[in-house]
Antibody
């Protein structure tokens, strides 16, 4: 069974940094691309970033480009999101999602339960 | 950026009735379109991929159609567990943008 478990969320002041992690199990992690998707309270889903199986292809939403960095450690079956210069509008539940393909051009075939990030002074 | 637009924002349907949800892309996404269901307090669940292929374990009352820029999700006979928010997502360009969602509520 595919399992994705996010961690690292919390309350952080504007302008500060936070690093999210996603621990994957139940599938061959380095065969698949991975994504971060967020959902602000009461709002819809927003794709944030995606990374291919070998980190060779990475993409970001315009809203986070230059501030967020996605990475993965295939040896540890883990996905990360380094979030810098956080803003109030980054407040959201952050989901880790498994791509159906290796090159981040597939659909999200599995989701974690999310980790909440709140940016507030 | 490909913009996905869903309609209507809210759909009021009686149990047993048919629900038809629409999703439009700002440019062609071929058949690279997925539908997800989300219930309160839960992560999204994949329903449909490739515009019309049901994901594993999804009941046959859910069906998807369309290609290019116009897509439809149909729930043939709504069950109580189907009242939720539904999102479409294009995955044609490596940036999986979502529609804003359609809430299916009990009439």
């Amino acid at each position: 069974e595919v399992q994705l478990v996010e961690s690292g969320g919390g309350l952080v002041q504007p302008g500060r940094s936070l690093r999210l992690s996603c621990a994957a199990s139940g599938f061959t992690f380095d065969d698949y691309a991975m994504h971060w998707v967020r959902q602000a309270p009461g709002k819809g889903l927003e794709w944030v970033s995606g990374i291919s199986w070998n980190s060779g292809s990475i993409g970001y939403a315009d809203s986070v480009k230059g501030r967020f960095t996605i990475s993965r450690d295939n040896a540890k079956n883990s996905l990360y999101l380094q979030m810098n210069s956080l803003r109030a509008e980054d407040t959201a539940l952050y989901y880790c999602a498994k791509d159906s393909n290796s090159n981040r051009d597939g659909y999200n075939s599995a989701w974690g339960q999310g980790t909440m990030v709140t940016v507030s002074s | 950026e490909i913009v996905m637009t869903q309609s209507p924002a809210t759909l009021s349907v009686s149990p047993g009735e048919r629900a038809t949800l629409s999703c439009r892309a700002s440019q062609s996404v071929s058949s690279n379109l997925a539908w997800y269901q989300q219930k309160p307090g839960q992560a999204p669940r994949l329903l449909i991929y490739g515009a019309s292929t049901r994901a594993t374990g999804i009941p046959a009352r859910f069906s998807g159609s369309g290609s290019g820029t116009e897509f439809t999700l149909t729930i043939s006979s709504l069950q109580s567990e189907d009242f939720a928010v539904y999102y479409c997502q294009q995955y044609n360009n490596g940036q999986g943008t979502f529609g804003q969602g359609t809430k299916v509520e009990i009439k």
